[in-house]
């Protein structure tokens, strides 16, 4: 019978099925890999030490700090909160006590842990990575499954190096031809969120295909299976080609030598058959799509940035139009207000979804020379140490700080209010994240949505504004 690859995948990595075939049947599944970190394992580890078990395979999982952690300038061992504080020790002990290796703080690789671990190349084609984190799905991008697991379920990997799980749906995206000047993955995500809707994946794995994603360096293609999350998709998976290849080649963890001559002729096998069939197939036209922000509490919830606030009275589902009246309530929005008068107090980028070194150099590209609105902060935080070294070296961490810019350490920062990097109540943000919900970043705290580039054309208009109005710049 014709397969998916993520059928493939799957079938590769069962242990024993446990009841039926097709979409819903549970097995027993080997999963490869994990990365976890201090804010999503501490119950798992103390589940394992009252039950008196070991982790099966230590060298299989990567501790990384990257949730709590201060992303200030001046970065030492020390948590400015002490719940942080207490979770980083805790973290430490466990890895230590369990075999973990792990990146604390001040290891040279720390990071967040969806950038860390691609760049190592702890992450490779066929594998399926399971972890206490929802943007598990990033590793999609590599031609490996990913996907987000709770805390039970990571004592139970932990222990066994398995999971009970449940077979998903296929769906396949294509994005197909070139995105325009100035449109960017992250608008392609959000263009797919916004056409199928905050669930319309939920219960289902995609496949991104079509020549528009073949066309996409791997860290773009990181940015979509990132988001993709964000429509409700349980697992993400894009077929490992050339550029995958190249991208992994020189990872101080991928194999070397004959083993990776051995594994690139496998990883070539890893695609869906011409003739497999998806329970869903959804095509977006790249030239069609637009720069995109977020004007609600959804990442759903996006238009173009030339357009207007939306009226909820044209609603017609009476659900929709009440979750569209408490989005503008909360934004402090009105129907019909142009996105363009929309004016911000806060320029974020960074985010496990837009901190890598192409998502920088596509910011620092628009503020050359120029410098941030008055009554803007704006803050810069690399997806890792690795990236902030590299930035450094190019210069851009000088472009940031010369347009006004702060250049912080790496970390999750202020993609969520649990850190010191936090939006106050009714301040507006520019944001290159992945979610806006209320109190995301802050509690009051006002988010949208947008691309490195995006985030980074407002902060210096004071204003939401079409990037493509900097038109030397991009």
């Not at 006590?97 to 702890?122: K, R, T």
């Not at 066994?160 to 449109?183: C, P």
Request: proline content about 4%; hydrophobic content about 40%; overall charge negative.
């Amino acid at each position: 019978m014709p397969r998916t690859l993520y059928d493939k995948i799957i079938d590769a990595h069962t242990v024993r099925k446990l009841g039926g075939d097709g979409p819903g049947a549970e097995i027993l599944l080997y999963i490869d890999r994990t990365v976890l970190n201090e804010y999503t394992s501490p119950q798992a580890f103390s589940g394992l030490r009252e039950a008196n078990r070991h982790v099966w395979r230590p060298q299989a999982a990567l501790g990384v700090v990257d949730h709590v952690n201060s992303t200030a300038q001046t970065r030492d061992a020390a948590m400015p909160d002490a719940g942080g504080a207490e979770q980083v020790a805790y973290f430490d002990r466990n890895c230590r006590d369990f075999g973990i290796e792990l990146f604390d703080v001040l290891h040279p690789l720390q990071g967040i842990e969806h950038v860390v671990a691609p760049e190592l190349g702890f992450i490779l084609p066929g594998m399926i990575v399971a972890a206490g984190d929802s943007h598990t799905t990033t590793y999609g991008a590599l031609g490996a499954l990913g996907f987000g697991i709770g805390t039970s379920d990571i004592e139970h990997y932990l222990a066994t190096q398995t999971l009970r799980y449940r077979r998903l749906k296929t769906m396949r995206v294509s994005i197909n031809g070139a995105l325009g000047r100035g449109v960017t993955a992250k608008d392609a995500v959000m263009s797919l969120i916004r056409t199928i809707g905050a669930s319309g994946a939920t219960g289902y794995a995609i496949e991104f295909a079509g020549d528009g994603i073949a066309a996409l360096p791997i860290e773009a293609r990181m940015t979509i299976c990132n988001m993709a999350v964000e429509c409700g998709a349980r697992g993400v998976i894009v077929a490992p080609d050339q550029t995958v290849f190249d991208y992994l080649a020189d990872k101080p963890r991928a194999p070397k030598g004959a083993l990776w001559e051995q594994a690139k002729q496998h990883w070539l096998t890893l695609h869906s058959d011409a003739d497999a069939t998806f329970d869903r197939e959804v095509v977006l036209a790249a030239n069609e799509i637009e720069p995109l922000v977020t004007w609600g509490t959804s990442p759903d919830q996006a238009i173009p940035v030339g357009s207007t606030i939306p009226d909820p009275q044209r609603e017609q589902d009476a659900s929709r139009r009440r979750d569209m009246e408490r989005a503008l309530g909360y934004m402090g929005l009105t129907p019909g207000m142009a996105l363009s008068d929309v004016r911000i107090q806060r320029a974020f980028i960074g985010s496990c979804t837009n901190a890598r070194l192409s998502d920088l150099r596509e910011a620092a590209a628009v503020v050359r020379g120029q410098r941030i609105a008055d009554g803007v902060r704006g803050m810069v935080v690399p997806g890792s140490s690795s990236v902030r070294r590299a930035a450094e070296a190019e210069g851009l961490d000088k472009i940031f700080m010369d347009a006004g810019f702060e250049w912080r350490q790496s970390g999750c920062s202020m993609c969520l209010a649990m850190n010191d990097d936090v939006l106050a109540p009714g301040e507006r943000c520019a944001s290159s994240t992945n979610r806006n919900f209320e109190g995301r970043q802050g509690a009051g705290g006002r988010t949208h949505l947008m691309s490195p580039a995006m985030v980074a054309a407002a902060a210096l208009a004071g204003h939401l504004i079409d990037v493509r109005h900097f038109a030397r710049k991009i």
